[in-house]
């Protein structure tokens, strides 16, 4: 079935569909054994877990089973895009000559799709108009991307392209921080690994890119703070305000550690392997003037 035009960039096609996909994310990808995967395997092989179905007969013990870098990808909706769209429906184990070429087409469509996803949070933090219209743009022309066949998809630099998109997210993130008051502190890439943030002022902040593995946010209060990739993997964000953070994706918290008094932006989800009650009192701390 291909997808309806037009559809791609609305939230529903930016989510992963793995029923209309042929898991490609469990064959085109390399991942080696480490904390996150229990074993290698090489890119274009697929993962001994992939069932007949295409549904990984393993889903609901990735974790336990020693798989949890699987539950924190997102295709942003790429594989059903790849599968239903690019290649007309054709699974590559019905039409093996297809394979190599449908891989190699996954690995430029994903980046795309986390674009549309990206401009899209962009667009719905209101920016001005000119900013406006230039986000606009790059999403439209993101998508008409997205729709070219393979063989042009195949011959796009995605990095070069990602790098001239990126700065119109980043002057996004600046306008949403700065409404209604000053922007926070700046902390792009910072190296926050296992670091007790829990009495630094983070609210406004850009934190875009920053490494907060294992970081201790519990009770922080991250209103309006650019969490464009900020890797959080195993960060403490129990009792967490994250109600107004910018640009966090759910893959984002998937990777991390909350409780039920962690605040969640709209529409995302509390992971299920989160602790089903907060295992210490916490103490919001006190909020600064500014």
């Known amino acids: 079935m291909a997808e309806t035009p037009g559809a791609t960039s609305s939230a529903d096609g930016?989510?992963?569909d793995?029923?209309?996909?042929?898991?490609?994310?469990?064959?085109?990808?390399?991942?080696?054994?480490?904390?996150?995967?229990?074993?290698?395997?090489?890119?274009?092989?697929?993962?001994?877990?992939?069932?007949?179905?295409?549904?990984?007969?393993i889903h609901a013990d990735l974790r336990e089973r020693g798989f949890p870098g699987c539950t924190v990808f997102d295709c942003f909706g790429a594989g059903q895009r790849v599968a239903q769209l690019t290649f007309g429906g054709r699974d590559?184990?019905?039409?093996?000559?297809?394979?190599?070429?449908?891989?190699?087409?996954?690995?430029?469509?994903?980046?795309?799709h986390e674009l549309l996803w990206y401009l899209t949070e962009a667009l719905a933090t209101r920016p001005?108009?000119?900013l406006r219209d230039e986000l606009s743009l790059a999403l439209d022309e993101t998508e008409r991307l997205t729709r070219q066949p393979a063989e042009a998809l195949l011959r796009?630099?995605?990095?070069?392209?990602?790098?001239?998109?990126?700065p119109l997210l980043s002057r996004a993130g600046d306008a949403a921080r700065a409404r209604g008051g000053r922007p926070g502190a700046d902390r792009r890439g910072a190296q926050l690994f296992g670091v007790d943030l829990r009495r630094v002022d983070l609210r406004r902040a850009n934190l875009r890119g920053a490494l907060l593995i294992g970081a201790d946010l519990?009770?922080?209060?991250?209103?309006l703070a650019d969490l464009t990739g900020a890797d959080l993997r195993g960060a403490d964000l129990r009792g967490a305000d994250l109600s107004g953070s910018l640009f966090l994706h759910q893959s984002q918290l998937d990777a991390a550690r909350g409780d039920p008094h962690t605040v969640l932006p709209p529409g995302r989800t509390r992971p299920g392997h989160w602790s089903p009650l907060s295992l210490t009192p916490l103490r919001r701390p006190p909020r600064r003037r500014r």
């Open 14 to 16: 930016l989510r992963a």
């Open 18 to 57: 793995c029923a209309r996909c042929f898991g490609l994310c469990c064959v085109a990808p390399a991942f080696a054994a480490s904390a996150d995967f229990a074993i290698d395997k090489p890119a274009g092989r697929p993962c001994p877990n992939l069932g007949a179905d295409s549904r990984c007969g």
């Open 92 to 112: 590559w184990r019905d039409a093996p000559e297809t394979a190599t070429r449908m891989f190699d087409t996954f690995a430029v469509m994903r980046p795309l």
């Open 128 to 130: 001005p108009p000119p």
């Open 156 to 166: 796009l630099d995605v990095r070069a392209y990602r790098g001239r998109v990126n």
């Open 218 to 223: 519990r009770g922080v209060d991250l209103g």
